[in-house]
C-alpha cells in the first residue's frame, strides 16, 4: 500500500475483474445474438417465408436457399409464354409449402462463438431433405400430366382445334399445374418424418450475425418406422 491508502495491486485486481466481467457480457452477448440469427432463420423456413430467410443469409449461404422472388422470376419465361400468374404463384406456393415439411419443428442444441466465427448444431423433425429433393425432381408432373391427358382428351382435341400450339401448351399448363400442386403436397404430407442434425456456421458482419453455411449431418431413423 503506498502512502495515502493508494493500493495498486487492489486496484489492478478491480480493473481486471471487470474487464473480464465486461468479456464475459460481449460473449454472452455474442451468443445471444447468434442464436437469434439462427432462431429467426428457423422460423422464416418453418412458416414459408423464404424473403425473410435470406435476410439471415451472407455468403456460400446465399446460393443455397432461394427467396420467394428468385423461385418466381425463374418462370418468367412461362409467363411470356402466356401461362397465368395465378397458375405460376400456385406452383410457387406449393413447392414452399413442401419445403416448410423440412422445418417443422427444429431446436438449437448447442452454440460455439468465436470473435468472428460461430457454429450453432440444431436438429430438425420433418420429411427428410432428400426425400423433398426427390419428389419436387422426381417424374411427377409428367405423371400428373398424362392422366390429366388421359381423362380429358375431348377437351383437348376441342381446344386445339380452334388455338395456336403455343397457346394450347400455357391452356395445358394452367389446367394441369393446380393439379400437381395439390398432388405433390399430398404425397409429401404423407411420407414419414425424420430427426436431421444441422451444422450452421455464422459469422459476424456489420450487419451483425449472418449464417455463411449449413451443412445436412446424419439422417437418423424415422420415429413412424
Not at 435470406?54 to 419465361?77: Q, V
Given at each position: 500500500?503506498?502512502?495515502?491508502?493508494?493500493?495498486?495491486?487492489?486496484?489492478?485486481?478491480?480493473?481486471?475483474?471487470?474487464?473480464?466481467?465486461?468479456?464475459a457480457g460481449c460473449?454472452?452477448?455474442?451468443?445471444?445474438?447468434?442464436?437469434?440469427?439462427?432462431?429467426?432463420?428457423?422460423?422464416?423456413?418453418?412458416?414459408?417465408?423464404?424473403?425473410?430467410?435470406?435476410?439471415?443469409?451472407?455468403?456460400?449461404?446465399?446460393?443455397?436457399?432461394?427467396?420467394?422472388?428468385?423461385?418466381?422470376?425463374?418462370?418468367?419465361?412461362?409467363?411470356?409464354?402466356?401461362?397465368?400468374?395465378?397458375?405460376?404463384?400456385?406452383?410457387?406456393?406449393?413447392?414452399?409449402?413442401?419445403?416448410?415439411?423440412?422445418?417443422?419443428?427444429?431446436?438449437?442444441?448447442?452454440?460455439?462463438?468465436?470473435?468472428?466465427?460461430?457454429?450453432?448444431?440444431?436438429?430438425?423433425?420433418?420429411?427428410?431433405?432428400?426425400?423433398?429433393?426427390?419428389?419436387?425432381?422426381?417424374?411427377?408432373?409428367?405423371?400428373?400430366?398424362?392422366?390429366?391427358?388421359?381423362?380429358?382428351?375431348?377437351?383437348?382435341?376441342?381446344?386445339?382445334?380452334?388455338?395456336?400450339?403455343?397457346?394450347?401448351?400455357?391452356?395445358?399448363?394452367?389446367?394441369?399445374?393446380?393439379?400437381?400442386?395439390?398432388?405433390?403436397?399430398?404425397?409429401?404430407?404423407?411420407?414419414?418424418?425424420?430427426?436431421?442434425?444441422?451444422?450452421?456456421s455464422l459469422e459476424?458482419?456489420?450487419?451483425?450475425?449472418?449464417i455463411s453455411n449449413?451443412?445436412?449431418?446424419?439422417?437418423?431413423?424415422?420415429?413412424?418406422?
Amino acid at each position: 500500500m503506498t502512502k495515502g491508502g493508494f493500493d495498486m495491486k487492489k486496484l489492478l485486481t478491480a480493473a481486471f475483474s471487470a474487464a473480464l466481467l465486461f468479456m464475459a457480457g460481449c460473449a454472452d452477448s455474442d451468443t445471444g445474438a447468434v442464436k437469434d440469427t439462427t432462431e429467426s432463420f428457423l422460423k422464416a423456413e418453418h412458416e414459408g417465408n423464404l424473403d425473410e430467410a435470406t435476410k439471415y443469409l451472407t455468403g456460400d449461404a446465399t446460393d443455397m436457399f432461394e427467396s420467394r422472388e428468385d423461385m418466381r422470376a425463374d418462370l418468367k419465361g412461362y409467363e411470356d409464354q402466356g401461362v397465368s400468374n395465378e397458375t405460376l404463384d400456385q406452383f410457387v406456393d406449393a413447392q414452399i409449402k413442401a419445403y416448410t415439411m423440412v422445418w417443422e419443428d427444429s431446436k438449437i442444441d448447442d452454440v460455439q462463438v468465436g470473435d468472428d466465427t460461430a457454429t450453432v448444431l440444431v436438429t430438425t423433425k420433418g420429411i427428410g431433405m432428400k426425400d423433398w429433393e426427390n419428389m419436387t425432381t422426381s417424374g411427377l408432373s409428367a405423371e400428373v400430366g398424362s392422366q390429366w391427358m388421359d381423362d380429358n382428351m375431348s377437351r383437348i382435341e376441342e381446344y386445339k382445334s380452334s388455338h395456336t400450339e403455343e397457346e394450347y401448351m400455357a391452356w395445358y399448363l394452367d389446367q394441369v399445374v393446380p393439379v400437381y400442386a395439390q398432388e405433390l403436397v399430398s404425397r409429401l404430407d404423407a411420407e414419414p418424418r425424420q430427426t436431421t442434425n444441422y451444422r450452421f456456421s455464422l459469422e459476424k458482419t456489420d450487419d451483425g450475425w449472418k449464417i455463411s453455411n449449413v451443412e445436412i449431418g446424419t439422417l437418423e431413423e424415422s420415429d413412424d418406422q
